[in-house]
Every structure is written in structure tokens, then in C-alpha cells.
């Protein structure tokens, strides 16, 4: 696993990996709240930010806003209100600097803003596994596929310009240099690819912990399972028709992971398996789990090749990072751009990159998740 460098996020609301079962269960309530949102927008909404190009308003701020919010419950790290003030103070700031950024870009620049958004979307659908599982990622979202497609093209449009811009031109020779003087980075250490089957202990609506009894009745649901695919039934099947992980049930319960990426209860299991072993019931913070070791990889460098564009995009993102603030605030200010409500003007802070994100600094997720 190449451990080089936090790429740019740019623009909207990304897709970051597959849907927990807390998030599929919350799913159902997303396309009220994009209705919501839809509805204030036919009647315009107040304008928050307005500058030479730019123009956001209340119904765009709060539909970013419920999908974040929607996504970190989802999750299980719902934003307090002291943190949703901060939040809608960033991705207002990302919204205006999209839209500053999108009024430069060429014809060149949106389309390859499409290309990279449809790759992305390519991508995404792969790592999910099926239509189904991708689908309701968007039914969280509270979006369509066009929808989001849409929005990933002005994030990768913003960013096309941003390299045009600010010249960044990352060459074979630069990301070889790269490579060579940062061994330890392109080692790849020993993962496992394992499948488990998940009976959550948490609600499916607010994500707090079940009732007794109705841990009881999963913890011997979970037991029944265990015998079932210790006698020899078929451990795919039995993922896709129990598993409460809608992120890996459709693929058979199976991930493929490193050390440190899951909760260390499902961690220190897999890893202790031997290949085709089933597990004992694996209890954690998600419900109760059997996992079955399908193989272990040992550890190996990167090869080159398989590294270069990815680090290619990562030292044009570190790049983009280190000229975007003086940059910005530039085109900014060439804007008049003004932003109306108080509330929402950011603190200055030396600090802050302002890259155009369209959501607030990622939360770590992998390791508060088994899957």
C-alpha cells in the first residue's frame, strides 16, 4: 500500500467507500431530506456568498450539508452542533472557491474534468462490487448517478485548472526521483483477504446499541450461522443472504485489508486464522461477526509501474497545496467576493490549506469499521 501522500479532495461530496450496514438502514430517510432541499431551491433561498462569478445560496450550503451530516451519523460519529457551524463555514468556502475556479476553465479543462469524474465513477462501482451496493450508496447520498457524476466533473474540473494555473507538471523523472529516495513508502505490508458475516448490535435507524434481549437473539442467530458454515454450507452464500454489511454481502462478505485498517477485535482475528479457517464468534463495537480466511499475501514493495500514477497524482496534489492558499485568495479578492451571513466567514487560520474540498476534513473511518 503506497503511504505517500493525502491527494487534493476537490469539490463535492465523494463517495469514499462502501456503505456500512448503519448507513444502508439510514438510507431510507436521504431522499426526504434531498426533497427538502429540492423544495427550497425552487423558491431560491437566500444568496450567502456573491462575488464577479459567484453565487451561492442557502438551499446549495444546506444540501452539502445534510449529506455530510448524513454520511458521519451514518458512520456512527454524528456532528455536534459546535461542529456543524465549523462545517458549514468550510464547504461554504469550497463552494465559493469551485465556482471561482470553474469561471477559468477552459474547454480543455472541462472535459478532462468528465473524463476523470467518469473514471472515478468506474472506479467506484468496481470497488463496490454491484449495482445494487452502488445504488445505495446513492440512496444515502440522497443523489442520482447524474447527480453525482456532475458534481465530481466541477471538483475535477476545478482541479484541472488548478494545474493549469499553477503549472504543476509532475514527470516520469520527478516521480521516479520519488520513488527511489522514499523506499520505506512503496512497501506494501502483509494483508489478508478474508470474508465475514455481520449481525449488527446496533440500531439500524440511530445507531445506538440494542437491547438486551435483542443481542441475545442475535448472538445465538450469529452461533446457528457459525455451525452452519463449519459443517460445510457454502460461506458466499451464506454472507449475501445474512450479512448485515451491505458493503461486502453482495460480494460474499470478502475484504482485502492491512493491519491497522480494522477495528484490532476483527483485525487480530483474521490475521491468527489459517487459510480456509472459520472463526469463533469475533464480538465488536458493530455486532457480531465469523470471519473465514481466504488467503494472506506477505508483504512486498510496489514496483514501479504499479506506483507511478498514483504518485505522479499525489506530488502534483502536495504541489497544488503549497501554491493554493496565496493563489485563491488572489482570484478572490479579483472577484469582490463577499460572503453576507457572519456566521459562516472563516477564521484566518495560517494553517488552512482552503483547497477546495466540498466536505470538511475527512474523519478516519477504516479503523472504527470492520469492514
Excluded at 438551499?59 to 454520511?71: A, H, T
Excluded at 472563516?346 to 477504516?366: M, T, V, W, Y
Amino acid at each position: 500500500m503506497i503511504k505517500l501522500l493525502i491527494p487534493v479532495a476537490v469539490g463535492a461530496m465523494l463517495i469514499a467507500g462502501p456503505v456500512t450496514s448503519t448507513q444502508a438502514a439510514q438510507a431510507d430517510a436521504a431522499p426526504a431530506a434531498n426533497t427538502a432541499t429540492q423544495s427550497a431551491d425552487l423558491f431560491g433561498g437566500a444568496v450567502l456568498a456573491k462575488g464577479k462569478g459567484v453565487e451561492v445560496k442557502r438551499s446549495q450550503l444546506d444540501q452539502e450539508v445534510v449529506r455530510v451530516k448524513s454520511q458521519a451519523a451514518a458512520n456512527g460519529r454524528p456532528i455536534s452542533p459546535d461542529q456543524t457551524a465549523m462545517m458549514e463555514q468550510q464547504i461554504l468556502d469550497q463552494l465559493i472557491n469551485v465556482q471561482i475556479l470553474q469561471a477559468k476553465a477552459t474547454a480543455a479543462d472541462k472535459a478532462a474534468g468528465k473524463a476523470a469524474a467518469e473514471k472515478r465513477l468506474a472506479d467506484v462501482k468496481t470497488r463496490l462490487g454491484t449495482d445494487e451496493a452502488f445504488k445505495r450508496q446513492l440512496t444515502l447520498m440522497g443523489a442520482t448517478q447524474e447527480e453525482v457524476l456532475s458534481k465530481w466533473a466541477d471538483a475535477l474540473t476545478a482541479e484541472s485548472v488548478l494545474k493549469r494555473e499553477l503549472k504543476i507538471n509532475i514527470t516520469d523523472a520527478d516521480a521516479r526521483k520519488y520513488y527511489d529516495d522514499n523506499p520505506s513508502r512503496f512497501e506494501q505490508p502483509e494483508m489478508v483477504r478474508a470474508s465475514h458475516i455481520l449481525l449488527s448490535t446496533r440500531d439500524s435507524v440511530t445507531g445506538t446499541e440494542l437491547p438486551e434481549d435483542k443481542k441475545a437473539a442475535k448472538r445465538k442467530q450469529i452461533e446457528d450461522l457459525l455451525k452452519r458454515a463449519r459443517a460445510g454450507e457454502d460461506f458466499a452464500k451464506l454472507a449475501q443472504e445474512y450479512s448485515e454489511d451491505p458493503g461486502s454481502k453482495d460480494k460474499g462478505g470478502e475484504y482485502k485489508f492491512p493491519r491497522g485498517q480494522m477495528v484490532p477485535e476483527f483485525e487480530a482475528a483474521a490475521f491468527s486464522l489459517k487459510t480456509n479457517q472459520i472463526s469463533d464468534v469475533v464480538t465488536t463495537s458493530f455486532g457480531y461477526h465469523i470471519i473465514k480466511l481466504s488467503e494472506k499475501i506477505p508483504a512486498e514493495k510496489v514496483d514501479y509501474a504499479k506506483a507511478a500514477s498514483d504518485l505522479k497524482e499525489g506530488l502534483a496534489a502536495q504541489a497544488m497545496q503549497k501554491q493554493f492558499p496565496d493563489y485563491i485568495k488572489g482570484l478572490r479578492k479579483e472577484a469582490g467576493v463577499e460572503i453576507l451571513d457572519e456566521k459562516l466567514k472563516l477564521p484566518e487560520r495560517p494553517d488552512a490549506s482552503g483547497l477546495p474540498a466540498g466536505q470538511p476534513p475527512a474523519q478516519p473511518a477504516k479503523k472504527a469499521d470492520a469492514r
